[in-house]
């Protein structure tokens, strides 16, 4: 893949993405099946049909700007899948699992806000609307999928810390 001009940089980044959004939707699927809060799950199961929906918002957008998703590795998420499948492995107790896995769930959230923001950004600069609305539209998602996270992430750690 050639990397000359900001158009270029744009398609890196959103196929980056892509692949990012396809993993995240199998790491929630692993999360969900090993954690043993039913809320958590609830919140993971939603946010996943999102996800979803936001892989194929990112496919509208490549079909706006005239392009494909590239094979573009996306390894922040492959980080976190990873770090996830390591801490499993220590067998932590599973409300210690649990509130391991929203802070990871945290984790990805914020690093999707920043990247939305740098697309979204992009499209704008470049005039492209349609891809834009699209991409803001996974950037409210995202950031809405963050405060509620966090806002159990308290509540969790509040509950954790009371019967330590």
Known sequence: MKLENPRDLFVFELSSMYTGEKKIDALLDEVCQTVDDDQLVRMLRDHQKETQQQAR????????????????????????HQEFR????MNPAPQ???????????????????????LVNKAMLM???????LLETNLLQEEETAGKLER??????RKALATA
Do not use: W
């Open 57 to 80: 918002n990112l496919e509208q957008c490549f079909q706006q700007i005239g392009e494909s998703p590239r094979e573009v590795p996306c390894p922040v998420v492959d980080a976190i």
């Open 86 to 89: 390591q801490f499993v492995g």
């Open 96 to 118: 210690v699992l649990a509130m391991f896995a929203l802070a990871g769930a945290d984790k990805v959230e914020h690093f999707e806000i920043a990247a939305y923001r740098g």
């Open 127 to 133: 005039g492209e609307t349609m891809c834009m609305q």
């Open 152 to 157: 159990y992430a308290n509540e969790m750690g």
